[in-house]
């Protein structure tokens, strides 16, 4: 039954990554029942009157998947394909990720099946509004605190928070992260994500032994985290070779100027026909040769059709769940590819967003430079963490990252015991 309800590929391939730990760490099945299901299932619908005058009732979801180290922490989306089973995966690995991280956090996640392209942003509005309404009773700076995430910005943190002040009598911002700094957000938030893939990925490209100054980077796609990590990746010396967004996929041997590309997807609305770049397949971008691919848009996207032929010496990690079990299987076998896991690489967002919620529970804000300084300094020392675990006890990458945050939970549940 339980299989049933999460029904889908992504929360398939994160029970596998979870059972493929559990077995390292010899999870009694009582403590890997309890760690590997979710706390709380929450599904509604979001009736909204359109534009046009017609009445349009979205699903929209949000599951917790423990709250036994602090609150959940997790993005809410808005895309088409958003599903129940989907959201579980995610908030699964938020839930790791956190652990690893040190962070005081749960994992959680929530989504409406919607496509914001297609959206007005009144629309957009009264869909945000309605869905916190709905969330109103399982939500809280102690209990559920949301982000940005897929097809979601500052803005809807903004109306979030607003609803919820409305109800409370007075504002409360620790209810979201990703705000806007005039609503108490963080700065540094927005680039976190992006920076902290970058940040890492630099770390393993020297870890290989190769120069900046003749390093090449592949980024597949070109939202918040993409350009940020692009932008990053970039002001260490290393060439971005190739990008890719909805629109397209682009390639200039000599590389990419990333500020003006940023500014020309701001103006256009994607990268496609970038002036001085040739577009290129973006199934074959993916298997150019570089010194660090970083994919960092959907899940699932190296997979066993192409994990044999890539040609990166790091695979930087930015999206969640790039790479299936199936092509994990076969970068281990090969050997030459220093994989940087998800739940490290794109850690940095939800650092970020811990430290917002840290200057909003003090009431004061910290400035840029700190923010980024501290993040780089957690991002080293969980890096580190996950390299010596790996190499100590013969585990590919993912599989240590995973243990060191599962282990975590697990030993936080037994220390609790089970409530009657």
């Known amino acids: ?48 009157k359109r534009d046009n005058g017609e009445t349009e009732v979205y699903f929209g979801y949000r599951v917790q998947h ?8 997790g993005g809410l989306r808005f895309h088409p394909n958003v599903d129940l089973g989907e959201v579980a995966a995610l908030a699964m690995w938020m839930n790791w990720k956190c652990a690893l991280m040190g962070l005081p956090f749960g994992g959680g996640k929530g ?31 102690e209990t559920d605190v949301m982000a940005p995430d897929m097809g979601t910005n500052e803005q809807t943190m903004a109306w979030i928070a607003d609803v919820y002040a409305t109800h409370a009598g007075h504002l409360v911002p620790g209810i979201v992260t990703g705000k806007p700094v005039i609503l108490q957000g963080s700065e540094g938030r927005t680039q976190a994500t992006g920076h902290g893939v970058a940040f890492l990925a630099a770390r393993a490209i020297q870890l290989c032994g190769i120069d900046y100054d003749s390093a090449t980077a592949v980024v597949q796609g070109f939202g918040n985290v993409g350009a940020h990590a692009a932008r990053t990746i970039s002001t ?119 430290f917002e919620w840290v200057q909003n529970l003090q009431r004061f804000q910290w400035s840029e430079q700190e923010v980024i300084s501290k993040l780089d300094t957690m991002l080293a020392a969980a890096f580190d963490k996950v390299i010596n675990f790996a190499k100590y006890n013969q585990l590919p990458n993912r599989v240590a990252a995973l243990s060191l945050g599962i282990k975590e939970v697990a030993d936080v549940k037994a220390q609790r015991g089970l409530y009657p």
């Open 236 to 354: 260490y010396g290393v060439k971005v070779i190739a990008v890719s967004d909805v629109t397209g996929a682009i390639h200039s041997p000599d590389g990419l100027d990333i500020n003006a590309l940023m500014q020309y997807v701001k103006d256009t609305g994607g990268v496609k026909n970038f002036p001085g770049s040739s577009p290129i397949d973006p199934d074959e971008m993916l298997l150019l040769e570089c010194s660090v691919l970083m994919p960092a848009a959907l899940e699932r996207v190296i997979t066993e059709k192409n994990a044999a032929d890539l040609k990166c010496k790091v695979l930087a990690e930015g999206a969640n769940g790039p790479t299936t079990p199936n092509a994990d299987a076969i970068i281990e076998k090969r050997g030459d590819i220093f994989l940087i896991p998800d739940i490290l690489c794109n850690a940095g967002g939800v650092t970020v967003s811990y």
């Open 1 to 48: 039954m339980r299989e049933q309800l999460l029904a889908h590929p992504v929360f398939k391939m994160a029970s596998e990554q979870f059972e493929r730990s559990a077995d390292f760490l010899q999870l009694s099945d009582e403590v890997r029942e309890r760690c590997k299901w979710p706390k709380r299932l929450i599904t509604c619908t979001i009736p909204i």
């Open 111 to 141: 989504g409406v099946t919607c496509d914001p392209r297609t959206m007005s942003q009144h629309e957009l509005e009264n869909v945000t509004r309605r869905f916190t309404a709905e969330m109103l009773p399982f939500i809280g700076p």
């Open 66 to 73: 423990h709250l036994s180290r602090g609150p959940v922490k």
